[in-house]
């Protein structure tokens, strides 16, 4: 027992350095002349602010549709259920740059889909709309498993309990259901987020211009070398670092008071 607390505390600060060492070092080597630089260059600035709000758009749309998905996976029991799971866990495992071209080949302008909804003025490739469908393509998944989680953990017989008390199922839904498992689905939708943040392959494919912030990172890598790439990548993620501990924050609060 003497060694259990040393033995495990080791194995987490090797995991942490993994992470650490080389983001650290990244800092480190910026040349702070070419960073300040960078902080003030609009290209830049527009291309983090796209990306941030680009996978907004994409986590709400993700909310919408994927809580109520959660939810019937978590309550209910139907055919073909565990297909449906495993397609909802499928964009997790496939390489993006797959995904970016299966959603150019249904959203493209010469396709189906992309001549459908280019007929009431939206269109996919090259557009922030595309840059949004790609994140939430990717990253969907991250949110609906913690959102089933969510509601895994909440005890069924409470909903019974509020529907025998005269609520319907929609109020019990919103009233008891949702209001125990927000974390849950506030964690899924940081993690979402994140991941949309950081998408390169599909998006890249489905709509290189406007560039976000990865793709303008990979463009000035290829032009100009880690020099000018470097700083652009410290900056996103300082501002991602000081955003998604203000939103964990959020999510954990009172969780272990």
């Given amino acids: 027992m003497d060694s259990f607390r040393p033995v495990i505390g080791a194995l987490g600060t090797i995991l942490i350095l993994l992470v ?33 709000r680009a996978a907004l758009w994409a986590t709400l749309a993700g909310t919408i549709f994927g809580v109520p998905m959660a939810y019937a996976l978590a309550r ?15 964009p997790v495992m ?39 469908l790609a994140m939430a393509f990717v990253s969907f998944p991250f949110l609906v498993n913690a959102a089933r989680d969510g509601f895994l953990s909440v005890d069924p017989r409470l909903e019974r309990v509020a529907q025998t008390l005269g609520a319907s199922p929609w109020q ?12 849950a689905i506030l964690s899924g939708g940081i993690m979402m987020w994140a991941r949309g943040i950081s998408e390169f392959g599909a ?23 880690l020099k000018y790439a470097t700083p652009v990548a410290v900056v996103l993620i300082i501002l991602c670092l000081i955003i998604f501990a203000l939103l964990r924050s959020i999510a954990g609060k009172g969780k272990y008071d």
């Fill in 20 to 52: 650490a060492i080389p983001l650290i070092r990244m800092l480190i080597a910026a040349d702070p002349e070419v960073l300040m630089s960078t902080i003030s260059d609009q290209e830049v600035l527009d291309s983090i602010i796209l990306t941030l």
């Fill in 76 to 90: 209910w029991r139907f055919p073909g259920r565990s297909l449906v799971q495993g397609l909802i866990d499928l």
């Fill in 94 to 132: 496939i390489p993006h740059t797959a995904a970016g071209i299966a959603l150019l080949m249904i959203y493209g302008k010469r396709f189906f889909m992309g001549k459908a909804f280019s007929t009431v003025g939206v269109s996919f490739v090259g557009t922030e709309t595309g840059i949004s």
């Fill in 172 to 183: 019990s839904f919103f009233k008891v259901s949702l209001p125990l498992c927000w974390r």
């Fill in 203 to 225: 998006v890249i494919i489905l709509a290189y211009h406007p560039m976000t912030a990865p793709v303008l990172i990979w463009e000035r890598f290829e032009a100009y070398g």
